[in-house]
């Protein structure tokens, strides 16, 4: 029996349809690999939470990812099955998300009654900032950064809400405004009681000395700044929060396994080795050479 091209054809497009399948199963497998890889290394339970802040685009819809009830529903089962004397890794890369998942998660992790531990390769902003507030300790890159985590209403801080209490006769607020001050008002006691409560935690031993919790809470939930704010490795540290600077090199192989899907080319490229003094040098300029330029006096 002989093939003819129509035969080809429908192969190469049988082919083509269970590649996408086929390396969707490899880098599931290479993630596994690289969890179960962590955990022994560590001989900890390993989560890892990430979402990509960047929208992608579906059938013209933009979509970006941030912390869910499905996201605390699973990482509390985790939590659940970990045994207590098994300490938790917590890798987070994320925006931040809904506040009822997020303490949802933080309450979970200081219940823990082993260490716990939480990973931020580039960034942990809002909701991720709590979680890791919920962490005995905090291993960063020196360049990733956490993020306040005042309440926002809609699309308005409560801080800046409450603002206009101060700024304006209260017979000049519309009742609108009024409410949405009361609710800023309650939101803002809200977060900072329970920010209070992660940062008193002390089990297994207390992560942040007593005489900085209120400097934290101020800092972290009063909107002194914005809201995206980027709080650095050293301003944590000044802080008095339980930062340690420096990543396993494996944390930053399991980010390469989640990477951001591209929509076009690539914004980013760059020839992944390391450099050394062995590096081929640039080519001499070729035809009229440039003159020197004059001393100014």
């Given at each position: ?7 080809l ?45 960047e ?5 013209g ?25 098994v ?14 998942a ?13 260490k ?13 900032t ?21 309440p ?13 209490l101060e ?7 519309d ?13 803002m ?16 031993r ?8 209120e ?10 700044v ?9 301003e944590?540290?000044?802080?008095g ?7 396993p ?15 076009g ?33």
């Open positions: 029996m002989s093939f003819g091209i129509g035969d054809f429908w192969i190469f497009l049988l082919f083509s349809s269970f590649q996408p399948i086929w390396q969707k199963r490899q880098i599931e497998y290479r993630r596994f690999r690289a969890l179960q890889e962590f955990e022994r290394q560590r001989k900890s339970r390993v989560i890892f939470l990430i979402h990509r802040q929208s992608i685009s579906l059938l819809i933009p979509i970006s990812r941030y912390i869910t009830i499905e996201d605390s529903e699973q990482i509390l089962r985790a939590i659940r099955l970990t045994p207590p004397d300490p938790i890794d917590l890798i987070l890369h994320t925006p931040g998300g809904l506040v009822l997020t303490e949802q998660i933080a309450r979970a992790l200081i219940r823990h009654p082993s716990v531990t939480v990973f931020v390769p580039h960034y942990a902003m809002s909701g991720g709590m979680l890791a507030l919920a962490a005995d300790e905090i291993i960063m890159d020196a360049n990733a950064v956490l993020g306040p985590v005042d926002q209403l809609g699309n308005f801080p409560a801080a800046s809400i409450l603002k206009i700024d304006k006769p209260i017979s000049e607020i009742d609108q405004t009024l409410i949405m001050a009361d609710l800023s008002r309650k939101a006691q809200q977060v900072q009681n329970f920010v209070r409560t992660l940062l008193k935690d002390n089990i297994p207390q992560k942040v000395k007593p005489e900085n919790i400097n934290i809470v101020q800092a972290l939930t009063s909107g002194r914005t809201h995206d704010y980027p709080i650095t490795v050293e944590a540290t000044e802080m929060l339980p930062i340690t600077v420096g990543l090199r494996i944390v930053y192989d399991l980010m390469e396994l989640y990477p951001q899907p591209q929509g080319r690539p914004t980013v490229q760059y020839i992944p080795m390391p450099y050394d003094d062995r590096r081929p040098l640039l080519p001499s300029p070729k035809g009229r050479p440039l003159e020197e330029p004059t001393q100014m006096r």
